[in-house]
């Protein structure tokens, strides 16, 4: 991630600069590499990137979004951003209305995909407490 996040603080400049002065329409190519280079930034950043991501590696993708947020200029920064933020807020929307529609559409499949996450659940903090007892026995 922070290779990648290097990347897009190096060719962002070249990608965007150029874009930085005038209003765009979405679909213009600049515009969608913005969207390509912004939502993974997005994710770490705001905390939705699915997984436990270190405190450096926010900080990290809040430097590089500032620094595209510099390329491309505030206004279009401040529309695709925003445009992220509602594609995502949406999705995560859809998906719990499916799985709120589908709670009580089939009742039966809904418990046992409780009972999953569950087992899931447990394992992860017996795994932790694991970890954590190993670490004092080594002591």
């Known amino acids: 991630m922070k290779v990648v996040f290097h990347c897009f603080k190096l060719i962002s400049p070249t990608l965007l600069g ?3 002065n005038t209003t765009l329409v979405l679909e213009d190519s600049g515009q969608n590499y913005s969207y390509q280079m912004l939502v993974p930034l997005y994710k770490v950043s ?3 990137a699915g997984r ?3 405190d450096d590696m926010k900080q990290l993708a809040q430097e590089v979004c500032e620094s595209i947020r510099d390329n491309m200029g505030m ?3 401040v ?3 925003s445009q992220i933020q509602k594609d995502l807020k949406a999705k995560r929307d859809r998906r719990k209305h499916e ?3 589908m709670a009580v559409v089939n009742p039966v499949r809904n418990a046992k995909r409780k009972l999953r996450i ?3 659940h447990r394992a992860n903090k017996k795994r ?3 970890t954590l007892k190993m670490g004092r026995w080594m002591r």
């Open 18 to 20: 150029e874009y930085k």
């Open 46 to 48: 705001e905390g939705y």
């Open 52 to 54: 436990v991501v270190s």
């Open 75 to 77: 206004q279009n920064f």
């Open 79 to 81: 529309q695709v951003y």
């Open 99 to 101: 799985e709120k529609l």
């Open 118 to 120: 569950a087992a899931k």
């Open 128 to 130: 932790k407490i694991m």
